[in-house]
């Protein structure tokens, strides 16, 4: 069978717009090379995709469903691993699994060690450029960085890699290690349809998140503890496909992962008085937790709120006693149908819980239960408590409504190591905290609130809709993006979103040294705009403005469950939304996805025509009318003063003198009246209508085709949307007119009235053109300090002041019970008398 081959970015595009029977190449300003079309100028933006995407097979479909012959590996993973707190270590040993479903004799067998990214001869060190900040003054803190990140050494060690179960003395197997991969040579092929078993050991040092930055590592803390946070922490499988084959392209740090689904046993080791959260489930709590933590969860699961399962003062207890009766505890962790796992372990947490149901139709009960989860420092607080485990309920809720229900039995949220967020299955690190005083600024609230909602969203896209991140950023970045737009704005009115709005695009959309979204994770330019707030925008307007809400959440829905615990690619993303949808996309994928082209419509003329029924009394009076309203110039006013020779000669005026050139004739009165004569009564109908047809210039200078919306305003003030769909432009995508017949007069044109295209330039939108106001501000540096802290200032101001006031009467009034009273009834006397004249005051 032919195998599908989604091309990289640089082969879609030769394959799309290389040398072919379309012709030459010619480059245009926007899209790079297009087919030269000379005696049409202009590259078709309907042009068919099917061009560019694989050819659809048995294993994935041209609806975009998975095929009939579909498959995708399995890795199953037992694990055990122990933490050296002191040392700042981890060291396992696994046994995998490895199940080939695939039709392929596989030789070898290829593993990620996503550690390596930390040695100092690693690609990624090797490559990277310096910083554009680079200057003769520099930081403690930053050289302290730069030169961490050129000495450290966190990569994988290898200790074994042998056939078998851990532990079983199995004979070794030959390997070799190729940067961030490594190939592990198989005894003899592995048979389609066979599975097999072989162990690896490891030991690695743990990166100072401070230090050395990533998506793993630990945090040290000011009093001396440290907060880990696990991940890329052992030898992964890559992902072997119908796609691709093996994917095993390089981690440089930016482009994530791909990875196989399978089932995880995991056993971790650490100091006893640790409280560690991962993936999955606990399967030994009687042995872990404390009867106390037991019943809190248990109180959790049904409580109206999060309940705290370790308190605060627990936690601060912890932190100061530190693991003072020593000795280790294991916690035993499986998980099921994962792509990934990761844990976190500290004494500093709080940690608090909370259950959450949402429907499921394929559950017997009809729900699904979900116990929400946030683990943060005191340093977190009271940020953390109030809307962490809150965010996570709600992501569930509202993605789950436009995918499908959320299936694992946790979701947790955990401070550390990233500052901003990282996603991995049921469990997520976020970095938001408030000030040391406990307040934090509008930013910081929300940054929390939206950071926990997009990792905990990372559940959906990509760790079950099982997407390759090291190659299409965007199938999980964007979609996800695009989901945490739709759950903010189901947080409260006016939240604050940073990405989706279609306005809020238009500045990176205009902006130069861009590549097209469907490029590799690490040739991006302008990465978070490109990744995440670019394909978020083009769906949030695929799905107000092109298809409409109904059509697109039913296409993204069929998507989502299409390719639930699957593989997808960008072609089956494509596909299925045009499948379910019933609407032609190829020229919105092709614009929004393949160019960097932006939108920038106008509406560039307005001409109006009524019907003429010619009728010479009608046209003498508009004829007329037209004339008297004619303006005249300067001169002609200045020259009426002037005399004229006729005035003095009479004799000079003639026939033409007296000739009125507008006046209807007898002749042509009687004509017309022949004429209506010989009309039946369907063309008198047509004759006498008094419609206007208003013939609208539109103008496309971005070169991205997009749904035309009007908003008319008449001449009695009430106004009409008309709404026109992009197909308009597909025979000329740079300039079209449109005919609009109305009874009333059109006084005003406005286009894209709702913001809702991302058009960049709104100059060239209005008819008549319209005066822009603007104003400029006068002020001074703004305070560093958060709306809170100033409050809180203040606050204390006034009952700083209040007590003063308090005090000073006290005083008065202690000071009137003893003072005598005749001198205190002078003094006042001479206070209240009226002052001398003399006396200057």
């Not at 607080?381 to 992501?395: K, R, V």
């Not at 092709?590 to 029924?613: E, I, K, M």
Request: hydrophobic fraction near 35%; aromatic fraction near 10%; charge should be negative.
């Amino acid at each position: 069978m032919t195998r599908s081959l989604l091309l990289s970015a640089a082969v879609l595009w030769a394959a799309a717009f290389g040398p072919s029977a379309f012709g030459q190449l010619s480059p245009t300003k926007d899209n790079g090379p297009i087919p030269d079309n000379a005696k049409y100028g202009q590259a078709d933006s309907f042009r068919e995709l099917t061009e560019i995407l694989p050819t659809p097979n048995d294993y994935r479909t041209a609806s975009g469903a998975p095929g009939h012959e579909y498959w995708q590996q399995r890795a199953d993973y037992d694990i055990a691993v122990t933490l050296n707190e002191e040392e700042h270590t981890l060291t396992g040993a696994e046994t995998i699994v490895y199940h080939n479903h695939s039709p392929d004799r596989l030789e070898y067998l290829w593993l990620q060690l996503d550690a390596n990214l930390f040695t100092p001869d690693s690609l990624a060190r090797r490559t990277a450029t310096g910083p554009d900040d680079l200057s003769e003054d520099m930081t403690f803190d930053a050289l302290k960085q730069m030169l961490a990140a050129e000495t450290f050494d966190g990569g994988f060690k290898i200790d074994k890699v042998a056939v078998g179960p851990r532990g079983q003395g199995g004979a070794d197997l030959p390997y070799t290690v190729v940067d961030t991969m490594m190939r592990v040579d198989l005894p003899k092929p592995l048979e389609p349809g066979a599975n097999y078993t072989f162990n690896v050991a490891w030991h690695f040092t743990l990166n100072n998140s401070e230090e050395i930055g990533g998506r793993t590592g630990y945090e040290p803390l000011e009093d001396g503890n440290d907060l880990f946070c696990i991940a890329q922490w052992f030898p992964r499988m890559c992902v072997y496909g119908d796609a691709v084959g093996w994917q095993h392209k390089q981690y440089y740090g930016r482009g994530e992962f791909a990875l196989e689904l399978g089932d995880y046993d995991v056993t971790i080791t650490c100091p006893a008085d640790l409280v560690v959260s991962a993936t999955g489930v606990l399967q030994n709590p009687a042995q872990c937790l404390t009867q106390t933590q037991r019943d809190r969860l248990e109180t959790a699961k049904t409580s109206k709120a999060p309940v705290f399962i370790v308190t605060r003062a627990e936690s601060d207890e912890a932190r100061k006693t530190r693991n003072e009766g020593g000795g280790t505890k294991s916690w035993h962790w499986k998980a099921e149908n994962v792509r990934d796992f990761a844990f976190t372990a500290s004494r500093a947490f709080i940690w608090d819980a909370w259950g959450n149901t949402v429907p499921d139709e394929d559950a017997k009960s009809g729900e699904h239960f979900t116990m929400c989860q946030s683990l943060y420092p005191s340093e977190c607080e009271p940020l953390w408590s109030q809307y962490s485990t809150q965010a996570i309920a709600h992501c569930i809720e509202v993605y789950s409504k436009f995918t499908f229900p959320y299936p694992y039995p946790n979701a947790i949220s955990v401070y550390g190591v990233v500052g901003g967020g990282m996603e991995y299955p049921m469990i997520c690190w976020n970095g938001p905290k408030p000030e040391e005083d406990g307040t934090y600024d509008a930013r910081t609230k929300y940054f929390l609130i939206s950071v926990v909602i997009h990792e905990v969203g990372h559940n959906w896209f990509p760790m079950i809709v099982n997407s390759d991140e090291r190659r299409w950023t965007w199938m999980d970045e964007g979609l996800n993006t695009f989901l945490q737009y739709l759950a903010e704005q189901e947080w409260e009115d006016e939240y604050p979103s940073r990405r989706g709005r279609p306005e809020d695009i238009t500045t990176f959309m205009k902006s130069t040294n861009q590549v097209p979204i469907m490029t590799n994770s690490e040739s991006l330019l302008q990465f978070g705009a490109n990744a995440y707030a670019k394909p978020a925008t083009a769906l949030n307007i695929l799905r107000e403005t092109v298809l409409g809400r109904e059509l697109f959440d039913k296409a993204f829905k069929t998507y989502s469950r299409r390719w639930k615990f699957k593989h997808p690619e960008p072609a089956d993303f494509f596909r299925t939304m045009e499948d379910a949808s019933g609407r032609d996309l190829d020229w919105f994928w092709r614009g929004w996805f393949y160019t960097t082209s932006h939108v920038d419509l106008g509406v560039s003329n307005l001409r109006v025509y009524t019907v003429d029924a010619g009728d010479p009394v009608e046209k003498e009076n508009r004829e007329r009318t037209e004339e008297e309203a004619e303006p005249k110039t300067l001169s002609d006013l200045r020259n009426e003063e002037l005399p004229k020779r006729i005035d003095s000669f009479p004799e000079l005026e003639d026939f033409y003198n007296s000739y009125d050139e507008l006046k209807a004739t007898k002749k042509q009165i009687k004509t017309y009246k022949e004429f209506l004569e010989g009309l039946n009564e369907e063309q008198l109908r047509l004759l006498k209508n008094d419609a206007k047809f208003y013939a609208m210039d539109l103008t496309n200078d971005g070169g991205l085709p997009m749904p035309v919306i009007l908003k008319l305003t008449y001449a009695d003030g009430s106004t009409e949307e008309v709404r026109i769909p992009a197909e308009i432009w597909r025979a000329n995508n740079q300039k079209v007119t449109k005919v609009l017949m109305r009874k009333k007069a059109i006084e005003k044109v406005e286009l894209d009235p709702n913001r809702e295209t991302a058009d960049v330039d709104r100059s060239d939108n209005m008819l008549p053109r319209e005066i822009v106001e603007s104003r400029f501000k006068l002020f001074k540096k703004k305070s560093d300090k958060n709306p809170m802290q100033e409050a809180r200032e203040a606050e204390a101001e006034d009952a700083k002041e209040k007590a003063a006031a308090e005090k000073a009467a006290a005083e008065k009034a202690a000071k009137t019970d003893t003072e005598d009273p005749e001198e205190a009834a002078e003094e006042k006397a001479e206070a209240e008398a009226p002052r001398s004249e003399a006396s200057g005051d």
